[in-house]
C-alpha cells in the first residue's frame, strides 16, 4: 500500500515542477494550444509562425481508447448519477456500497482464453479497457468527491496535461472507504493508473505506455443470521446491533484512513502495458500565408504490445468465529479461533505483434488488422496440488470501417486459439451500425459467438475448487448473442433487443458446488428508454424497461421486469450559468429467484428456492446543479424504508438473501474540473 503512496506523492512532485517549469518558460504552452490530436507538433519555431486556431486561451481537450482511433470529448449529463460512481443502476450489492456486486440483468463472460474466475468486484477495477488517452492544449485536473452516510466515502483525482504538443500524460486515483450499515461489510477499495501517450513530429511513430492497479478490500459477514426476526424485531432499530453469520461482533470504524477487515476479501490486480505504432503511409501539407503544416496519411502500420498483468485473489477469516457457518456450508472442519486463508496469484505476460491495412489513406478509421500472440501464465496457489504454468497461442483479425459521412459504421473482429491451454477456444463478432436519417435515427445490429474453456475456478488445481468429491471434466461453453438497437435522438428514444442461445453454461451450484448445464436454453432481453416532455417549462419523465425471459432448462434466474424511472426538473430556472436537475428516481424489479452469494469463493451461485421480492420500489430525491466548471450532487436515497409506526427508515429492501440494503442514506458530492 505504502508503495502506491510513493508512487502517486512522485507523481504529484513531477506534474508539480512540469506545470511550473511550463509557466517560467513564459508561455510554452502556448504553441500547443488549439492543436487537435491529427495536428503536427512545431513546438520549436516562433510564434510567428504557429497556425492560430481561435482556441489559444482556452482548453481543448480530446481522448481515445487504446483499441480506438476515435477522438472523443467528456460528457457533461448532470442528472444521471450513476455516472459518477461505478455500479450502474442495474446492479446490486451485498448491502453496502464497494461489496461484491451482480448485475439484474443476463450478462455471461463472451471471452475466449485464460480467465481467473474472479468477477464479484469487476465494476470497482480500472481496467485497460477503458483507459483514456488524452491530447489537451493546457493542463486539466478533475477533483470528484461523495460523503455519504455512515462515513461512506470516495475520492476521485484526475490529472493530464501535454509536456509537449506530441506527448501527454494522465494520472487517475480513486479511493471508496465505507464501513457500511451492517456489521463487518467494512469497504477500502484503492485503484490508480498511469498513462503516457507520445507521438512524433513526423505523425510515423507513436507509443502508449498504461499502468492500471486496483487494491480491492472488503468485508463479508455471510449475511444476517436468521435464528429470529432481526429486521423488525425490536431493539435492532440500529442495524449495526443485528449479529451476522461471518466475523466477530464489534464497532464499524469510521477513520476514513484506517479500515480493519478481520474476515473479508482480497482482490489484487495490476497490468504493465507498452505499446509501440510505426506507420508507413504518404507525406501531404497544407499551405498557409505565414507556415506550412504538415500531414500524413498512414497506409501500413506495424504494432508491438507487450503487457504484464498479476491477479491475487484471497479470502481470510482471522480467528473464525462461527466454524459451523463452514462446515454446514462447505464442509470444512476449523477450530474456533483459528484463522481460514486460502488464495489464487496469477501472473501473465502476453507479447503481441499486429499489423494493420489501410484501404482508404484518409480515413484512419477504416483499417483491417492481423495479428498473433504468445501468452504465459504461472499460478502459484495454495491447493498445493501444483504450480501450473501454461501458455496460450492465438492468432486475432479485426476490420473497421467509420465512414467519413458517418453513415456506416462496420465492425468485424475474431480471436482463435491455435495451440496451449486454451486451444480450440474461439470468439468472432460482428455489427453494422447505419444512419437512417433524423426521424428514424441510428440502426445497429450485430452477432456474436464465443467458445470458451470455463475459467480457471473450475480447474481442480484452483485453491477455490472445494468439492473434493466431485473430479470432473468441464466441456466449453458456447454461446451465440444476437442484438440489435434503434436509437432516436430526435424522439428521445432508444429500444434494444438481445437474444441469447447457451450450451455448457458453468455455474456454481451451491456455496462451494461447481456444475455445468449441457442442456440448451435461450433468454431474450427487450429493453426500451423514452423521455417524455411534461410542458414546455424543462419537466421531464425518464423512463427504462427491461423485459427478460429464459426459455429452457438452464440455471439462470432474471426478473421479469427491470424499471427505472425518473420526473424531474432539467433546466437552468432563468440563470444564464445554472444547469440544474432536481426529482423523484425510483426502480423496481419484479419478484425471482436471485443468485445466492458465496463469501469464501467470492461467487454468486444459482438457487431455485427461495424468492426475492421487493418490499416497496426503491425511490430516492435529487438535486444535481453544475455553474460553469463545478458539479454538485444532494441525494436522499433509499426513502422506501420508511416505517411511520416504528419512527425510522426500517423496511429494509432485500435484493439477495440475507443481505438487506440499508435505510435511508444522505449523498453530497461534488465534481470540479480546473484549467491550470
Known amino acids: 500500500m505504502l508503495r502506491i503512496y510513493y508512487i502517486l506523492f512522485g507523481i504529484a512532485l513531477l506534474s508539480t515542477g512540469i506545470i511550473n517549469t511550463a509557466h517560467a518558460q513564459g508561455g510554452a504552452f502556448n504553441r500547443i494550444r488549439g492543436m487537435g490530436a491529427g495536428m503536427s507538433g512545431g513546438g520549436g519555431k516562433a510564434d510567428s509562425v504557429i497556425h492560430r486556431t481561435g482556441l489559444e486561451d482556452s482548453l481543448t481537450i480530446h481522448f481515445r481508447f487504446l483499441d480506438s482511433t476515435r477522438m472523443r470529448g467528456f460528457d457533461s449529463t448532470i442528472y444521471d448519477f450513476t455516472r459518477k460512481v461505478p455500479l450502474p443502476w442495474t446492479g446490486v450489492h451485498l448491502g453496502n456500497f464497494g461489496n461484491a456486486s451482480r448485475s439484474l440483468l443476463f450478462t455471461p463472460l463472451m471471452q475466449s482464453g485464460w480467465d481467473h474466475g474472479f468477477h464479484a468486484y469487476d465494476n470497482y477495477n480500472f481496467t485497460v479497457a477503458e483507459t483514456r488517452f488524452y491530447n489537451t492544449t493546457r493542463p486539466y485536473t478533475e477533483l470528484n468527491y461523495l460523503l455519504g452516510s455512515r462515513a461512506e466515502q470516495m475520492i476521485n483525482l484526475v490529472h493530464t496535461q501535454n509536456i509537449s504538443p506530441t506527448w501527454n500524460i494522465g494520472v487517475q486515483y480513486r479511493l471508496i472507504t465505507s464501513p457500511g450499515l451492517f456489521q463487518n461489510l467494512n469497504v477500502n477499495h484503492n485503484n490508480y493508473r498511469v498513462t503516457s501517450w507520445y507521438q512524433s513530429k513526423n505523425k510515423r511513430y507513436q507509443n502508449f505506455f498504461l499502468l492500471v492497479g486496483n487494491k480491492l478490500q472488503s468485508g463479508e459477514n455471510g449475511g444476517i443470521k436468521r435464528d429470529q426476526d ?149 499460478g502459484n496457489l495454495d491447493s498445493g496440488r501444483n504450480t ?144 417524455f ?6 419537466w421531464n419523465w425518464r423512463t427504462w424497461v427491461i423485459l427478460q425471459q429464459r426459455a429452457g432448462d438452464g440455471p439462470v434466474n432474471v426478473p421479469l421486469v427491470t424499471m427505472r424511472n425518473m420526473i424531474g426538473y432539467d433546466g437552468h430556472l432563468g440563470f444564464k450559468n445554472l444547469n440544474i436537475a432536481f426529482g423523484l428516481e425510483s426502480r423496481y424489479f419484479t419478484p425471482y429467484k436471485a443468485p445466492n452469494y458465496s463469501p469464501l469463493t467470492g461467487q454468486y451461485f444459482y438457487q431455485d428456492t427461495a424468492t426475492v421480492k421487493l418490499r416497496f420500489p426503491e425511490a430516492s430525491i435529487y438535486m444535481h446543479f453544475r455553474i460553469k466548471s463545478f458539479n454538485a450532487y444532494v441525494r436522499a436515497e433509499n426513502l422506501h424504508t420508511f416505517d411511520a409506526a416504528a419512527g425510522g427508515f426500517t423496511k429494509n429492501n432485500i435484493p439477495t438473501i440475507d443481505y438487506p440494503y440499508p435505510g435511508l442514506q444522505i449523498r453530497v458530492g461534488i465534481f470540479w474540473s480546473f484549467v491550470n
Open 533 to 538: 416532455l411534461l410542458g414546455k417549462r424543462g
Open 230 to 378: 432481526y429486521l423488525n424485531g425490536t431493539g435492532y432499530e440500529e442495524r449495526s446491533n443485528i449479529p451476522t453469520k461471518l466475523g466477530r461482533e464489534s464497532v464499524n470504524s469510521r477513520n476514513f484512513f484506517s479500515t480493519s477487515i478481520p474476515t473479508g476479501t482480497f482482490f489484487t490486480n495490476a497490468t504493465y502495458l507498452f505499446r509501440q505504432q510505426y506507420d508507413l503511409g504518404q507525406k501531404d501539407s497544407i499551405v498557409t500565408d505565414s507556415t506550412v503544416i504538415p500531414l500524413f496519411y498512414p497506409r501500413l502500420r506495424l504494432e508491438h504490445t507487450i503487457s504484464y498483468s498479476t491477479y491475487k485473489y484471497r479470502f481470510k477469516d482471522q480467528g473464525v468465529n462461527d466454524t459451523t457457518y463452514y462446515s454446514g456450508n462447505y464442509g470444512i472442519h476449523i477450530s474456533p479461533g483459528d484463522t481460514f486463508f486460502i488464495q489464487d496469484y496469477w501472473k501473465e505476460l502476453v507479447n503481441d505483434f499486429s499489423i494493420y491495412q489501410f484501404p482508404d489513406a484518409k480515413n484512419s478509421q477504416q483499417f483491417v488488422k492481423v495479428g498473433a500472440s504468445l501468452q504465459m501464465l504461472t
Open 388 to 531: 501450473p504454468k501454461e501458455q496460450n497461442l492465438f492468432l486475432h483479425g479485426e476490420y473497421r470501417n467509420r465512414t467519413r459521412n458517418k453513415k456506416w459504421d462496420i465492425l468485424a473482429s475474431g480471436r482463435f486459439y491455435v495451440n496451449g491451454y486454451n486451444a480450440g477456444d474461439y470468439d468472432a463478432m460482428g455489427s453494422l451500425e447505419r444512419f437512417l436519417g433524423k426521424s428514424i435515427g441510428y440502426l445497429r445490429v450485430g452477432a456474436q459467438n464465443t467458445s470458451r474453456t470455463p475459467s480457471y475456478l473450475f480447474n481442480q488445481s484452483s485453491s477455490f475448487y472445494l468439492d473434493s468429491a466431485d473430479k470432473r471434466t468441464f466441456n466449453k461453453e458456447n454461446i451465440t448473442h444476437l442484438f440489435a438497437t434503434l436509437d432516436q435522438p430526435q424522439h428521445r428514444l432508444r429500444f434494444s433487443g438481445s437474444y441469447y442461445l447457451v450450451t455448457n453454461l458453468s455455474y456454481f451450484s451451491s456455496f462451494f458446488q461447481p456444475a455445468q448445464s449441457s442442456s440448451l436454453f435461450n433468454l431474450l432481453r427487450i429493453t426500451g428508454e423514452k423521455q
